[in-house]
């Protein structure tokens, strides 16, 4: 039963043909048989009044059309598509036999009446429509969020949709680390220090400039780093920092988070340097980075808490300017506007359409 009715799922139309066949079937079948028994089970109650022949007829027809479409409507409709509606798997499974009996019995019937129907809509200029017609964006969130608001998803599922959904919105921009944040290293300094640099960091890939920060070279490794560090006896001079590097990966700043999830399953990398029109590099994206975004803050034993931020006993929160919007969103659970500008700094700016000075107070959002 399962695997037929996974198979009429793939293969839908035919069977929701037959379904309505079946229904219209019944329709005039009722209408067929109805009329004549009640009016032979009206006839004796009619016949001590004196009404005419034609008069009873019409009084068994009225009666019968009333009783009949009743409860062809409530048992015949209603009800099943209710009960499909609430228990779909259960339905499914039971239903499954009998309606491929009656696919393969009417097959003939159902396949002469498609086809006159899809000449005259051919013959009419008018595309025939399908059941599996593709759901837009935003008709699958009104899906999930009624799906939420009804218990049948929780709400954390219903905000990866969301998110996943709201993904293509974004570009790389948005969630980046600005290069003034990043963290990269000199390749020009001693294999020793650099080592200490790429392993006191919490990070796993690090970026390595020549000449200035803006000059990215390469990423470091930290396990290839730590693979050097065995072959050579942890002899840290012997170590080409230059060579140990991959290749950079540079993206334009106006790619989507979605076509660039995409560009890095397809790589299998981790981590991309973002640029603008010119070329100059700034800031990074990783993998985590666009993660975050559909699953909320990915922590483990080596993150740090956003830098920048500091909760003051007061219970008021002091920020730095360069803190990005959507990563104090996530660490405080707020829901500052992000439209407009990408850290905090600049959020101040577009409000107080000014530079504000030192020690200058506004109220924003609150």
């Known amino acids: 039963g399962a695997r037929l009715s996974q198979e009429m799922m793939r293969n839908v139309e035919p069977y929701l043909a037959c379904c309505q066949l079946g229904i219209t079937m019944a329709?005039?079948?009722?209408?067929?048989?109805?009329?004549?028994?009640?009016?032979?089970?009206?006839?004796?109650?009619?016949?001590p009044l004196g009404i005419s022949e034609t008069a009873q007829h019409f009084i068994a027809f009225v009666v019968g059309f009333l009783v009949f479409s009743s409860l062809h409507i409530v048992f015949g409709e209603q009800v099943p598509k209710t009960l499909a509606i609430r228990e779909p798997e259960p339905v499914a499974l039971w239903i499954a036999w009998p309606l491929q009996a009656s696919f393969i019995l009417f097959y003939p019937l159902n396949w002469l009446l498609n086809a006159a129907s899809s000449s005259v809509l051919?013959?009419?200029?008018?595309?025939?429509?399908?059941?599996?017609?593709?759901?837009?964006?935003?008709?699958?969130?009104?899906?999930?969020?009624?799906?939420?608001?009804?218990?049948?998803?929780?709400?954390?599922?219903?905000?990866?949709i969301h998110n996943l959904i709201d993904l293509g919105e974004l570009d790389?921009?948005?969630?980046?680390?600005?290069?003034?944040?990043?963290?990269?290293?000199?390749?020009?300094?001693?294999?020793?220090?650099?080592?200490?640099?790429i392993l006191s960091t919490p990070y796993s890939r690090v970026p390595i400039w020549e000449s200035e920060p803006e000059n990215?070279?390469?990423?470091?490794?930290?396990k290839d780093l730590l693979k050097q560090l065995r072959q050579t006896g942890g002899d840290a001079t012997r170590i080409n920092i230059r060579a140990l590097a991959t290749k950079p990966w540079f993206i334009p700043d106006t790619t989507s988070l979605t076509d660039q999830l995409n560009a890095f399953l397809k790589r299998k990398l981790h981590i991309a340097l973002v640029v603008d029109e010119y070329g100059e590099v700034q800031g990074l994206v990783t993998l985590e980075d666009i993660l975050e975004e559909i699953v909320g803050d990915i922590s483990d034993e080596h993150d740090v808490v956003v830098e920048g931020v500091r909760p003051q006993a007061d219970g008021s929160v002091t920020v730095d300017g360069t803190v990005p919007i959507r990563d104090l969103n996530r660490a405080m659970r707020w829901e500052l506007p992000d439209e407009e500008a990408t850290t905090i700094a600049g959020l101040v700016i577009h409000e107080a359409r000014t530079i504000p000075e030192p020690g200058q107070a506004f109220t924003f959002h609150g």
Request: charged residues 25%.
């Open 27 to 47: 329709s005039l079948g009722l209408g067929w048989v109805g009329e004549p028994t009640v009016a032979a089970l009206l006839r004796p109650l009619l016949l």
């Open 122 to 160: 051919r013959l009419l200029g008018v595309r025939e429509a399908s059941h599996l017609e593709v759901l837009t964006d935003v008709e699958i969130e009104g899906l999930v969020q009624v799906s939420a608001e009804h218990g049948e998803m929780e709400e954390a599922q219903a905000e990866y």
């Open 172 to 197: 790389v921009a948005d969630v980046m680390v600005h290069r003034t944040n990043m963290h990269s290293i000199d390749v020009a300094e001693p294999p020793a220090k650099v080592i200490d640099d």
């Open 216 to 222: 990215i070279v390469g990423i470091v490794h930290a």
